[in-house]
């Protein structure tokens, strides 16, 4: 989940907007974690499987 759709506990903001410290913390916790720190672990995992898979078909397809 990105934090442009997030509301803070504290101050019932949107934590995009940085309006409270706890809000501005959280912000910079996402911004640290990356494109794919907010992706849950089964999205991952289908990333994952949906790479080997298109690794494996690109590989059937050499010749040889």
């Known amino acids: 989940m990105t934090y ?19 809000c501005r913390a959280n912000r910079e916790r996402l911004q640290q974690q990356g494109p794919l720190g907010g992706l849950s672990p089964v999205a991952l995992l289908t990333l994952l499987v949906l790479l080997v898979a298109a690794v494996a078909l690109v590989a059937a397809h050499q010749p040889a």
């Open 4 to 22: 442009d759709r997030l509301a803070c506990a504290n101050c019932a903001g949107p934590v995009s907007e940085g309006r409270c410290r706890v």
